[in-house]
């Protein structure tokens, strides 16, 4: 039994396959202990299906973002060659604010206080010059037991071509029973700020992750595995337990269960790597929806996609030209991470995202959110502060009987009640003089900070979006997804079924994913008539590292218990032109010099055939894929729409109330049409089809909307 879990800032989403059917689960989130709203998610999925065997939890985190995020990790202490103890506050000249003149540098991750330097030194080539005695290393052991660190991070100058120096010292200093992030280990590539800034933030995160992880595992091992306190659960319309009915655990047999984790580069690992390498799952669960978005778009024929995610808190959106691309670097709370992510753009808007007025008076919507405590306040207990949530549900965008599938009834006059409060404490300010007026304001300013993210993956970097279908999806997704394909003129709108879990799904769906580094500097011969030989030797010393790399590979996969033997190797190399300072990935073929040529020339206006080039690093990535449902034709019932209507309603479109009909999309067929405005309601979430708008539903039961 196999569950794919995306824990949100709101929301828990839970996902299993059974007999090639979705089944889907939503509870809250439990920020204080994340595991505690996985597990009641899980276990309340579990009730309604028959499950034999081993448990497996794929799950996909935002346990390291937020901790990240919100400076609340681990006390490190940072130790590195001597002399460069303040490399990791100096960092790079860059200034993202360049006309700020009251800018700030947020404080580094390790005060100078825990910085310490260790007399070693190796080479650019790799040859040691100076090993670090073993009486510094005691004076720097003893200095350490003292100052309260709560993880260690090592990180010496050129260790990435040899890591002799940092073995004998991390070895040194396990005795402190603390855990250790080697840079050799985490990212042996060069640039030494970029490798010192990943190990630092792997150490900063890893204890917070690594105890997390280990609560979630007992609960799996040891309150799961239970047998069902009883045979005869009750079950709601969704097939799971009602909210707040009795709990019971799970009727899984003898086997223990397991739980792996989803990383940024959207493949899976084990949960004994996230803790030790909590840095590769920084993005876990926004990766998940890119992998669905792929999936999806490979079933429906879809060579060019965008995939929009909107959850509780954020809203995050990729763009699929063919395959997702992959960045190397990305950078968070305003520090570079150098691992593999999927290039995944991220805004502070979702459905819990908080609406105030700046210090001019402007209306502004997020980044700050309700989250799932205390919630938007049309939430039973929720906050009272205004959110996109609660404006939807004011314009009769959502339906107050039909949230979560009528389980979960969303408090409208509370909504009205604290619209209008705000509206009173601002009356002056906001230019609004009614309650729909001010929630089509914050539903239009949450709209255009989701466009502006739409714009920079796509007409920033080269991309025509009119080119693009919107793969939407998350809970609040389908509420926004027909204005913004408005806006940008993409021909059409895909809602997927079961859109508010279907990260959940993509994580479920993931290959496993081992991704190695190593940074080589060698230069790539120049063709010529005496250059056969100089190729020959130059494609063997390439072959030689490449081995070396897969073979240590396959052998930590065997190790982590997985069949490495299964797994498929993908070489890559990372180029550029001899003298340039960042480089571009292709993939290792004969023909690799053609691909680097054009590559660069779509991503820079030119390209120079005569120049040398030089490879920075190799990459390898093995990957074990994993079972794919295939998306089954659904034969076509009856397409008139009125049998799946519930009610005519009053929403709010264009400046005013119209009516506007609601669907329940379970009742929709295959080859239904309709055109708006209409709202279409179902368990995870709900879509909206505007007045300008036609709806079909294709023959896999996705929604399909297109302006008129």
């Not at 309700?370 to 004011?394: E, F, H, M, S, W």
């Not at 995870?684 to 896999?700: L, W």
Request: aromatic share 6%; proline share 6%; charged share 25%.
């Amino acid at each position: 039994m196999r569950f794919g879990v995306d824990t949100g800032g709101t929301f828990t989403d839970c996902v299993v396959l059974e007999r090639g059917k979705v089944k889907i689960l939503k509870v809250f989130s439990t920020p204080e202990d994340a595991s505690r709203g996985i597990l009641e998610g899980v276990r309340r999925l579990a009730e309604s299906l028959q499950p034999a065997g081993p448990l497996e939890i794929i799950h996909g985190t935002t346990v390291g973002t937020n901790s990240l995020l919100e400076r609340r990790g681990a006390r490190v202490a940072l130790v590195t060659t001597a002399g460069f103890e303040d490399l990791i506050e100096i960092g790079r000249q860059a200034r993202p604010r360049l006309y700020d003149l009251d800018a700030r540098q947020a404080p580094p991750l390790v005060p100078r206080t825990l910085r310490f330097g260790v007399r070693e030194r190796t080479t650019a080539h790799g040859r040691i010059l100076h090993r670090p005695s073993a009486a510094a290393i005691a004076r720097l052991t003893s200095k350490l037991k003292g100052l309260r660190a709560e993880s260690i991070a090592v990180c010496f100058l050129f260790s990435y071509l040899n890591p002799a120096n940092e073995r004998v010292v991390a070895q040194a200093l396990k005795e402190l029973q603390l855990p250790i992030s080697v840079s050799h280990q985490i990212l042996p590539e060069f640039r030494e700020y970029e490798r010192l800034a990943t190990v630092v933030i792997n150490a900063f995160l890893a204890p917070g992750m690594g105890e997390y992880l280990k609560r979630l595992e007992r609960g799996v091992r040891e309150d799961i595995r239970q047998r069902a306190a009883s045979s005869n659960s009750h079950v709601g319309p969704n097939g799971v337990r009602p909210w707040g009915e009795r709990r019971s655990p799970l009727p899984f047999r003898d086997a223990p269960g397991r739980v792996y984790v989803m990383q940024s580069s959207g493949g899976i690992t084990t949960a004994a790597r996230a803790a030790r390498e909590p840095v590769r799952t920084i993005l876990s669960g926004p990766a998940g929806g890119v992998v669905a978005s792929t999936w999806l778009a490979r079933q429906l024929g879809i060579s060019r996609a965008i995939s929009f995610d909107m959850g509780g808190t954020s809203t995050d959106v990729c763009l699929i030209d063919g395959q997702p691309r992959t960045s190397n670097e990305t950078v968070l709370g305003g520090l570079p991470v150098a691992v593999p992510v999927l290039d995944v753009h991220s805004v502070g808007a979702g459905g819990g995202s908080l609406a105030r007025l700046d210090a001019g008076g402007a209306l502004r919507v997020g980044p700050q959110s309700a989250g799932a405590k205390p919630g938007p306040i049309c939430y039973r207990g929720g906050g009272a502060q205004p959110t996109v949530t609660d404006a939807n549900l004011l314009l009769g965008r959502l339906d107050p009987d039909h949230f979560l599938g009528g389980e979960f009834p969303l408090d409208l006059r509370a909504a009205e009640r604290g619209f209008a409060d705000f509206l009173h404490r601002h009356s002056r300010s906001t230019g609004f003089k009614t309650v729909p007026e001010l929630a089509a304001g914050i539903v239009a300013v949450s709209s255009a900070t989701m466009e502006k993210a739409l714009r920079v993956i796509s007409v920033e970097r080269g991309h025509d979006p009119r080119g693009f279908a919107l793969i939407c999806f998350g809970g609040g997704g389908g509420l926004h997804a027909a204005d913004l394909a408005r806006s940008l003129r993409l021909p059409k709108v895909v809602v997927p079924q079961n859109p508010g879990a279907f990260s959940a799904l993509g994580i479920l769906l993931s290959d496993v994913i081992r991704d190695s580094v190593r940074s080589v500097l060698l230069s790539v011969p120049e063709g010529g008539r005496d250059s056969s030989q100089r190729w020959a030797e130059f494609w063997h010393d390439l072959e030689k590292r490449f081995a070396i790399l897969e073979r240590v590979s396959r052998a930590e996969l065997q190790h982590e218990g997985f069949p490495a033997e299964l797994a498929r190797a993908e070489r890559r190399l990372d180029l550029r032109y001899a003298g340039q300072s960042y480089e571009l990935s292709v993939p290792l073929r004969t023909d690799f010099r053609r691909l680097f040529h054009q590559q660069h020339e779509k991503a820079y206006g030119y390209a120079d055939p005569r120049r040398p080039l030089e490879i920075v690093n190799v990459r390898l990535r093995l990957v074990i894929r994993t079972p794919k449902p295939q998306l089954r034709a659904c034969r076509a019932g009856d397409p008139d729409p009125a049998r799946a209507r519930v009610k005519t309603k009053p929403v709010w479109f264009a400046g005013r109330f119209h009516s506007t009909r609601l669907y329940d999309r379970e009742r929709l067929k295959a080859g239904t049409h309709f055109v708006g405005p209409a709202v279409v309601v179902e368990y995870s979430s709900t879509t909206v089809v505007p007045p300008d708008f036609s709806c079909e539903v294709d023959k896999c039961l996705n929604l399909i909307l297109r302006a008129r």
